[in-house]
């Protein structure tokens, strides 16, 4: 241009520098639509159609989450919790359950919100009646192909002994729920809760319009304790049952993250008096064939001593509420457990004495980080289970985690 007419190309020049100047002073919200969109996509797609032949192995294990966060903002703690073991390296997907008719955040805010937080997961919504449902439709209809969850995270329910019976109910089915339906369950719970509601109120943010919230997403993000450099802490890993290994992978997946990289491990192990220098060797040993990084093992051999007074008594309280009365047990008990399943019997009592007694006087003694989750038997009353969890993780003034894999195995053994 410049050879035929050079006024004209610096005119044109000019306007181009102008035309550039104004759009990147001005950065309105438009999407312009480019090539490597639709070549990202293809790609994509491609790639997650290719896992499809890949078979399923131990080796390529990894636990896929999908967490039941409610709007991310609400609980950005346990977000941050799972992001910090599967980013670069699984899926992870924010659930969303839909249950009220009060007004919700737009999805594209709330994906703003994780991205701007830096988290890496899809988010998804559903609107169901109960909590049971909901979950359920989501484990049966989130992910795609070999991309799908295979852990459900949820948070402690903090007011299981005021809320209403049917919530407490459909709490513990959601569990229940999703063991049947063969995934790995974790409950994290923290000792001032995991909902911030309150603080977004306090900050004056509710429900705000979408061309406002990116400017709040940059100066209202409320800091977690995963957010932080944790320094040379320990994580304690309550080994108590069998689960495939998941309750060891997660805590050592944790320690990858430079956050974590100073913490070191202990593995907790029921034993005996008499075996217990066998039992710290054996379980040395299997780890070391798991290629994990320990540094201790206790072995716990207090667990047929009676319980202490104090704990007993706590956890008898925690149940007192739920207990059938003096006429409600003379009665038809059955009919009453089948209209208010929640209910505690005298029966239920004796039939989980033996578990009782692991929980109320191994735990209860000793601190701890990640607890082996109890898996909820069919006949047991909501609230009785619940108190067991709350039995493992009172008075925890770190985040504890209760665990529990499907019974895959998630870890291979070292060869020589």
Known sequence: ??????????????????????????????????????????????????????EDHVKNFRPQCLVLTGPPNVRPALVDFVGTFTKNISLMICGNIIMSIFPQHSTDMLVDWLNQRKVRSFFTSFTADSLKEGAHHLMQASGLGKLKPNTVVLGYKMDWQECKPQSLQDYVNTISDAFDSSYGIAILRMMDGLDVMDDLHSAGVCFIQYDDFKKWVNTAQLRSVFQTKQGRKSIDIYWISDDGGLTLLVPYLLTRRNRWKKSKLRVFILGSRETIEDDRKDMKMLLKRFRLEIEDIVVITDVDKPPLAKNLQ???????????????????????????????????????????????????????????????????????????????????????????????????????
């Open 1 to 54: 241009m410049f050879l035929f007419t050079w006024w004209a190309a610096l005119i044109t020049f000019a306007i181009v520098l102008c035309l550039l100047g104004y759009v990147t002073y001005k950065k309105p919200h438009v999407n312009w639509g480019t090539s490597y969109q639709a070549g990202f996509y293809n790609m994509a797609l491609s790639f997650s159609m290719s896992l499809t032949a890949v």
């Open 314 to 416: 706590r956890y008898e309280e925690s149940i007192a509420p739920f207990r059938l009365s003096e006429e409600q047990a003379g009665g038809d008990v059955e009919e009453l457990k089948r209209l208010s399943p929640w209910k505690v019997s005298d029966k239920d009592l004796e039939a989980i004495k033996p578990k009782v007694r692991v929980l109320v006087c191994g735990i209860l003694n000793i601190s701890k980080a990640a607890h082996s989750l109890p898996v909820p038997d069919v006949t047991c009353p909501s609230s009785l289970y619940m108190s067991w969890l709350d039995a493992l993780s009172c008075g925890i003034h770190c985040p504890v985690l209760l665990i529990r894999g499907n019974q895959q195995n998630v870890m291979t053994f070292y060869c020589q």
